[in-house]
């Protein structure tokens, strides 16, 4: 009788080892969602900051604005000649 609770004690260490194992997949798996959301992420905050960073060209002149109030004074001031594009009608400058 004196090994039974040795043998369970070795279960209980297997089952724990088991757990540890399961627990290291979990969070490899959560890691790899995690690295894999924040690359959507970034593909997104790269897209929107590369929207938010150019992206007005102007038509007359090829320069690129970061917003469309700047392209407006922009165009207002370089182009007063050239009709407004429509995207800046409804732009308050
Ligand atoms: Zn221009």
């Keep these: 009788m004196v090994c039974k609770p040795k043998a369970m ?3 209980q260490v297997a089952k724990l080892n088991m757990a540890r194992g399961q627990q ?3 969070s490899q ?4 969602k995690k690295q894999a959301e924040n690359k959507k992420k970034q593909g ?3 897209k ?3 929207k938010a960073a150019l992206v007005y060209t102007c038509a007359v002149c090829r320069t690129q604005m970061p917003d469309p109030k700047t392209f407006k004074q922009h165009f207002e001031s370089k182009h007063p000649k050239s009709p407004l594009p ?5 732009v308050e400058a």
Excluded: F
């Excluded at 798996?29 to 790899?32: E, G, L, S, W």
């Excluded at 429509?86 to 409804?90: F, T």
């Design 86 to 90: 429509p995207e800046l009608v409804d």
């Design 9 to 11: 004690l070795r279960v």
């Design 24 to 26: 290291k997949i979990q």
């Design 44 to 46: 997104h905050d790269q």
């Design 29 to 32: 798996q959560k890691n790899a």
């Design 48 to 50: 929107a900051a590369a």
